[in-house]
Nanobody
């Protein structure tokens, strides 16, 4: 089992930045590719970014490419999502997830999920 806990959400103005953290406990964090998903009110959950176990292969949704950066610190059992140039359409609950499979945009491929952290971007 892997337990995930997100933090760092909040209210920010459009154009601002936030850094989300995902702290992992349980099994060896470095064994799992990690990803961030988000779900806006009334919308389906969507993939935001993913990173391989070694952190060599980040992957981004087109909607966040160039604005968001995913990273991980295996020694700290933590994954991060740096979000810059935030837009109102980035408003959502953000979830981190861990997978025993390679990075996928399909949330069904992920084994473990955090409880989510809310991000609100005001205009």
């Amino acid at each position: 089992q892997v337990q995930l806990a997100e933090s760092g959400g909040g209210l920010v103005q459009a154009g601002g930045s936030l850094r989300l953290s995902c702290a992992a406990t349980g099994r060896t964090f470095s064994n799992y590719p990690m990803a961030w998903f988000r779900q806006a009110p009334g919308k389906e959950r969507e993939f935001v970014a993913g990173i391989s176990r070694s952190a060599l292969w980040p992957y981004y949704a087109d909607s966040v490419k160039g604005r968001f950066t995913i990273s991980r610190a295996n020694a700290e059992n933590t994954a991060y999502l740096q979000m810059n140039s935030l837009k109102t359409e980035d408003t959502a609950v953000y979830y981190c997830a861990a997978s025993s499979l390679p990075i996928s945009t399909d949330g069904a491929k992920y084994d473990y999920w955090g409880q989510g952290t809310e991000v609100t971007v005001s205009s």
